[in-house]
């Protein structure tokens, strides 16, 4: 009887203290070729506070489609909350918002050549000229100045309000005030606050049309009963000429343009769009989202595909979806973790 | 009788080297307080084929001035959930979520009711006598949050016996210090125990960060954790057969939180308080008993960042009042009925105003005996009505059967549920949701097998498989676009899943003997159906639960002292609910070595603790380092 129960303890012990859980097939590390004809950087926001943002990168001439390229070329995480992308003087600027910093990539090799620190909580960075650009905060009432060649911090513009997107015409900077009902007018000789739009319930989106106007999409509060509005700011007059109030009870968001300017699309849950040709146009749905849960909006400055992400929820990799301009569907494929920003990078 | 004799000459003989032993000898001491016997509550008595496991005081004092949390970590199957030393230690609980263990103090539940957790390195060890985990749900004993399981810090009177005063230091790396009083005195029926502790780390051990270029050691900042408080707990015996005891625990925590690897900037301060009283009347009867409890929590949350919008302040108020009743007949079939009326008031900034609920539970149990007492049965039921709605009635049935050769048989099968938190029902972006209980069925098989007493070797050995599927288990989703979220039922969750537990000790002569244990874990919690289009999270595991865990202690006992080495192995986790990113497995070792002396009346207990002691790089949480190899000295003196 003893026996077998020594028997009994040494198997017991034996079988579980080497047990192992299998690790899922990993992926090796691609090393990816530079895109030669364009590619779309897509931004993967990632969880908060858990560092798995990532860079996906679709090489539109291979149809290839390449994840976790910064990780996976750099030998290391690219951050937390990886918020935007945008190119200037061919770097890649990736604004990784929680990480507090911006990683600037070489596109060739996708490796970072210099890391801008000192910011607040980054979102989007737009260009000035060849020696600044500015980046708009989240957790700061305050523009950033970078200087373009020392990759550093070298100014700050006090706003009223955190500042989202932002653009940039005739030497002045538009910048959205999101939890306010402005639009911020700096001017870039000064590099002052000057003067503000007032527009609807947390502005959020700016873009530029054909005529040089600006339109501006306001988030509204759905649940204080405020409806999202559109505005269009008259470059020429400096007022706000035309207001439509979207009649749908979700927040609008990510305000974007096709090639020719003369087409917007947003996400309010679904995919709307407004043809601003026409000037009796009213929006209109062109993509239902029942059931998915749209996040990211990108529209191909050369095909006008639209690209829209799926995020889910938001705890699995996202589905980018692609339509085209009159919301056929086209195909779709998985990116990283809520997947926010895209960019069409054509060399 | 002659049992308990058995026990008393054990005690003599071997002494009191057996600090580390789960082999419980000593537990049955208890059973010698009459009124303790007759006071087992109804969630020890009509637990009937349920998994059950104690902690008693000799293991626990091993952890003694340390916290539930990293007494779990390392003597249950339960898997800790810690974002790091000082911070935020939640449970998951046979492969359930952190709102599914419900943990019980002086018969009342510790969860707290804005977001439904329990953060055990709140809980001192020194607040109980003995910790008993309860795996698998039983909605119908505990009432809501007993999903995944329950733990009960169970405290046993020591009339009669001598005052004792007790002082313990406790010091440890990256700046921990510990120190913690009480005293225990009164005469044969009345009984009165104060402990007193403060706690102080900076928590501030170095680690590779992997985010940065280069991967640079650094020094964990803005972690400074402290907490004190001070408990006093009052029994009395009243004529005879009624039993009085009140509780009073404050508790007071103020923590900086620190950042993941890869976030840079200024982490949050918290500040918790919580004060809890409770008061409990028992009177007994030779065939039936009658019990009433009631307790008032309160509990206070601030969070203050100064770049973050979410700052602000919740705090809590609940009310829990409880009649019980219990009748046995002709000592074979044992009934017991109660009413629980529970009454919540809560205010948050996040829900921009003050909220209440009122929950009213009748719940009904039933046990009997037949073949000589071999075969156990119970049946339990609950029903309650929260805020005017009922919810699903919540039946427990188990059995338990002893066999031939030290074996035994259990089953059960019930149903246990989740009410929604205030934070789920009252957030801002939530309130206009319509959001229904957690609620579902579970069933466990089990065989246990023990060698008897007498041997010189005995092994007490555990093996269960366990099933359990939870309907409208809620996820957070965004409203729309942008701020605002509100929890939705989301998912069917389906867990299945196989426990095994040996435990040996060998007595080799009078001073030596051996103990040996393992635990081993293997499970599957899977999405089954989820009313997301094309959700990927079906059929896959959930995010930070890991399938695979095992401990396995080793310790040895010589005279007065004692050597152990603890070893634990945790699985992969997945950090998305697609399973496309993972935490890695993780090996831990410590060391334990303790030494027990006495000075005339005065006895001393010294220990030195050796955590990580292979430096294993490894996180818990994803991005949150976890300290390398760490250690610990206690020195603990009673009078």
């Known amino acids: 009887m003893k026996q077998q129960i020594l028997t009994y303890l040494l198997i017991g012990q034996l079988c579980w203290l080497f047990s192992c859980d299998d690790k899922p097939n990993i992926v090796a590390p691609v090393v990816i070729p530079p895109p030669v004809k364009g590619a779309v950087w897509i931004a993967n926001e990632g969880n908060f506070q858990m560092g798995n943002a990532s860079l996906t990168v679709l090489d539109l001439e291979k149809k290839e489609l390449y994840e976790n390229v910064f990780e996976n070329n750099n030998g290391r995480k690219l951050g937390d909350v990886f918020q935007s992308i945008n190119f200037i003087q061919n770097l890649a600027y990736l604004v990784v918002n929680n990480s507090q910093k911006i990683e600037v990539c070489d596109p060739k090799t996708f490796q970072s050549v210099a890391i801008v620190s000192g910011f607040t909580s980054p979102r989007y960075i737009v260009q000035h000229n060849s020696t600044s650009a500015f980046v708009s905060e989240y957790y700061a009432n305050a523009i950033r100045r970078v200087n373009l060649s020392t990759q550093t911090i070298d100014g700050t513009i006090a706003v009223p309000s955190w500042i989202d997107e932002m653009v940039i015409q005739n030497n002045r900077l538009y910048a959205a005030g999101a939890n306010s009902k402005s639009v911020y007018i700096i001017d870039l000789t000064t590099q002052e606050l000057t003067d503000s739009i007032i527009v609807g319930n947390a502005p959020t989106s700016i873009v530029i049309d054909f005529e040089n106007n600006l339109w501006i999409l306001c988030k509204g509060k759905p649940e204080l009963g405020t409806k999202p509005t559109l505005h269009r700011y008259h470059s020429i007059n400096k007022t706000i000429d035309k207001t439509i109030t979207l009649n749908i009870d979700a927040e609008a968001t990510r305000l974007r343009i096709n090639a020719l300017k003369n087409k917007l699309y947003w996400l309010a849950r679904d995919v709307y769009t407004l043809n601003i040709l026409d000037s009796n146009a009213t929006p209109q749905k062109l993509v239902d989202g029942i059931g998915k849960t749209f996040y990211g909006l990108g529209v191909n400055p050369k095909t006008e595909e639209i690209y829209v992400s799926n995020a889910k929820d938001y705890v699995q990799r996202s589905t980018v979806i692609r339509y085209d301009a009159v919301g056929n569907y086209l195909g779709d494929f998985n990116a990283g973790l809520i997947t926010s920003d895209f960019y069409f990078y054509y060399p | ?639």
Request: hydrophobic letters at 35%; glycine letters at 8%; aromatic letters at 12%.
């Open chain 2, 1 to 639: 009788m002659l049992r308990k004799k058995n026990v008393v000459r054990k005690k003599k003989t071997i002494g009191l080297c057996i600090l580390l032993s789960s082999v419980q000898v000593w537990a049955q001491r208890s059973d010698t307080l009459q009124l303790v016997t007759i006071k087992t509550s109804r969630f020890t008595k009509f637990a009937t084929g349920s998994s059950q496991y104690t902690i008693d005081s000799t293991l626990m004092l091993a952890y003694k001035a340390q916290h539930l949390a990293q007494l779990l970590a390392a003597e249950s199957q339960i898997y800790m959930r810690t974002y790091g030393p000082g911070s935020l230690t939640s449970s998951s609980f046979r492969g359930a979520s952190a709102e599914h263990t419900a943990v019980i103090w002086k018969g009342f539940n510790l969860q707290n009711p804005m977001y439904g957790q329990v953060d055990f390195t709140q809980i001192p060890t020194e607040l109980t006598d003995r910790v008993t985990i309860q795996y698998g749900g039983n909605g119908a004993l505990f009432g809501s949050g007993a999903i995944g399981g329950s733990i009960r810090l169970e405290s046993t009177p020591t009339f009669g016996q001598p005052t004792r005063t007790k002082a313990t230091l406790l010091a440890g790396s990256f700046g921990l210090q510990r120190y913690s009083v009480s005293c225990d005195w009164g005469k044969k029926q009345k009984r009165s125990k104060l402990l007193a502790y403060h706690e102080q780390a900076r928590n501030n051990f170095t680690f590779t960060n992997t985010a940065l270029p280069g991967s640079p050691e650094q020094r964990m900042q803005h972690a400074t954790a402290q907490q004190s408080g001070v408990v006093l707990e009052n029994v009395m015996q009243l004529r005879k057969k009624q039993i009085v005891s009140a509780a009073l625990w404050y508790h007071q925590a103020n923590r900086q939180l620190a950042l993941p690897m890869s976030v840079t900037g200024v982490g949050g301060n918290q500040i918790d308080k919580s004060l809890k009283a409770t008061i409990d009347w028992t009177k007994s009867h030779s065939d039936w008993l009658l019990m009433a409890r009631t307790a008032l929590f309160y509990d206070l949350l601030n969070y203050a960042n100064p770049v973050d919008i979410f700052s602000g302040n919740s705090q809590s108020l609940t009310s829990i009042t409880e009649v019980e009743g219990r009748y046995t007949l002709r000592a074979k079939h044992h009934f017991n009925v109660g009413i629980n009326q529970t009454a919540i008031w809560a205010e948050s900034d996040g829900y921009g105003g003050r909220f209440n609920q009122l929950r009213t539970a009748v719940f009904a149990s039933y046990k009997t005996f037949a073949f000589n007492q071999k075969l156990q049965l119970s049946a339990s039921v609950r029903e309650e009505l929260v805020s005017s709605t009922l919810t699903p009635i919540m039946p427990y049935i188990g059995i338990e059967y002893k066999l031939r050769w030290g074996l035994q048989l259990l089953a059960n099968a019930n149903r246990s549920y989740r009410l929604p938190t205030f934070n789920e029902l009252f957030w801002r972006t939530a309130q206009n949701q319509t959001l229904l209980p957690e609620s579902g069925w579970g069933g466990e098989l089990g065989l246990t097998h023990s060698t008897p007493n007498t041997n010189k070797l005995r092994i007490e050995s555990r093996l269960t498989y366990f099933e359990r599927v939870i309907d409208n288990w809620i996820v957070w989703q965004p409203v729309s676009l942008g701020n605002g979220w509100a929890p939705k039922n989301l998912r069917q969750v389906h867990t299945k899943g196989t426990e095994f537990k040996i435990a040996g000790t060998f007595i080799a002569t009078q001073s030596l003997q051996f103990t040996v244990q393992s635990q081993f874990s293997g499970l599957q919690s899977v999405v089954s159906k989820s009313n997301l289009n094309d959700d990927e999270a079906v059929g896959k595991q959930l995010i930070f639960v890991p399938r695979l865990t095992h401990q396995h202690r080793f310790v040895t006992h010589y005279k007065r002292s004692y050597i152990g080495y603890l070893h634990t192995y945790t699985g992969l986790r997945f950090t998305a609910s697609d399973n496309s990113g993972w935490l890695n497995d993780y090996q831990l070792g410590s060391i334990i070595a303790g030494h027990k002396f006495h000075i005339r009346s005065i006895s001393f207990v010294t220990q030195f603790q050796l955590n990580n002691c292979w430096n294993a790089a490894y996180t818990v949480m994803a991005d949150r380092p976890m300290p390398g190899r760490n250690y610990l000295i206690t020195f603990q003196f009673q009078l």
